[in-house]
């Protein structure tokens, strides 16, 4: 239910002609960072970008009221857009290796309905008042929809190969996709598939190039993944059987599969580790440390969907609460989702950890994600010369509607 206020004088009418703005208030506005002050006003102008946040008396005439509250547009920091033809296709609780063996067996589908499914799939998010993806790309699939620039996407351009002789055609295959994407001017970056499908020569052609760009990996989404890389052994072997891939080149490490993963890293560069399902105390201690000594920003992306889809498991996010993790989310993709939707992660989270405040998870889901994603300076915040998208929650977080993108 929104309503007009009204209020005579303040500076947005004084000496600034009032269509110009476009101004907005509601029970409260989540900044980005923070709630603001009871009766606080967000003025945009027409296009959406941000002029500021006012007290009501400084905000002049005119203006929509909003009973919930308003927060800048969410990013979803992991989706597979590509896989969107895969919604209710794998069972719920299938584990890992099931559910990628599915996964491979499934790409072969019609390309009118993949292409129909990402649209469907992308008006979903907007729907959903997502403003801004991480998309991991296998394909070019996604082009055509990404050119229409409905909203922002940052394409992780992804590549595995776990015998190192693939290395080099893996990367030059992923090196083409990657020129597709920026082609249509998007942003991209080639980034590894996860430490259980990636030799140490691919990840050497990885870190060489395009070393400011944002990485992603998909990390510790299962414990059979820890599992093999210490001890060479575990469920993973049926997938590389089933798959002919060879794996006598590996020898067991010992490590857990982030220590494993960071081990050889020259190049640091901001990285989004994505699930972190069975990340240990060590592993985050580790792993903060590293970075923080670098100078370069880690983010972990949660996934609690997805996660409860494929492995009926929660992240422990008080883990990284308590080592002051920056914490982002995503929705990963709807093959092992129900639907693209940040505000239905937050629910999941919300439902099993109701001491976290709200505004915690709008801060994760808002610029959080923005950093992560290397586009805070137009989204993830409601500050003055942003567009970041508007969007509107209702009181109980039950419900969100996008009010502007
Ligand atoms: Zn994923």
Redesign the pocket.
């Known amino acids: 239910m929104q309503t007009l206020f009204r209020l005579q004088g303040g500076k947005f009418t004084a000496y600034q002609p009032i269509h110009l703005y476009r101004k907005f208030t509601a029970e409260k506005i989540f900044s980005g960072r923070a709630m603001m002050p009871e009766g606080s006003v967000l003025i945009v102008r027409a296009d959406g970008t941000v002029e500021a946040i006012v007290d009501r008396d400084e905000a002049g005439e005119g203006g929509q009221y909003f009973e919930g509250i308003l927060s800048p547009g969410l990013v979803n920091c ?1 989706c ?1 857009l590509e896989l969107s033809h895969m919604k209710g296709i794998i069972p719920e609780g299938a584990g890992m290796v099931d559910f990628l063996l599915s996964v491979v067996q499934q790409r072969n589908i019609s390309e009118q309905i993949i292409l129909e499914s990402i649209e469907k799939a992308e008006a979903e998010m907007l729907a959903n008042g997502i403003v801004a993806v991480g998309d ?1 790309c296998n394909t070019d699939f996604t082009i055509r929809q990404k050119s229409k620039k409905n909203l922002y996407y940052y394409n992780f351009i992804e590549v595995s190969g776990y015998a190192p002789s693939v290395a080099g055609s893996r990367f030059e295959k992923a090196r083409g996709l990657y020129d597709k994407f920026v082609s249509i001017g998007s942003d991209a970056s080639i980034v590894p598939h996860a430490t259980y499908s990636l030799s140490g020569d691919l990840l050497k052609k990885i870190n060489q190039f395009q070393q400011n760009n944002v990485l992603t990996i ?1 990390n510790q ?1 299962s414990d059979i993944e820890d599992e093999w890389i210490r001890e060479k052994k575990g469920d993973l072997t049926r997938l590389y059987h089933q798959l002919s891939i060879a794996t006598d080149f590996f020898q067991p490490q010992g490590i857990s599969s982030l220590h494993y993963f960071l081990n050889p890293i020259s190049e640091f560069r901001p990285l989004i580790l ?2 972190n399902l069975f990340s240990t105390d060590a592993d985050v201690q580790y792993a903060n440390q590293l970075f923080s000594q670098h100078n370069s920003q880690l983010y972990y992306c949660l ?1 609690p969907n ?1 996660n409860m889809y494929i492995n009926k498991k929660l992240p422990d996010v008080d883990l990284f609460i308590n080592n002051q993790c920056k914490i982002v989310l ?1 929705t ?2 709807l093959s ?1 989702n129900k639907q693209l939707s940040i505000h239905e992660e937050i629910k999941t989270l919300q439902n099993a950890y109701p001491h976290i405040r709200l505004e915690q998870f709008l801060q994760w889901a808002t610029i959080n994600g923005a950093e992560a994603l290397g586009i805070s300076d137009t989204f993830g915040s409601f500050e003055k010369g942003k567009k970041p998208g508007i969007v509107l929650w209702d009181e109980d977080v039950l419900n969100v509607k996008c009010l502007q993108v």
């Open positions: 992991h597979h991991i998909h989404e994505v699930h996934c997805a995503g990963d993709s092992s």
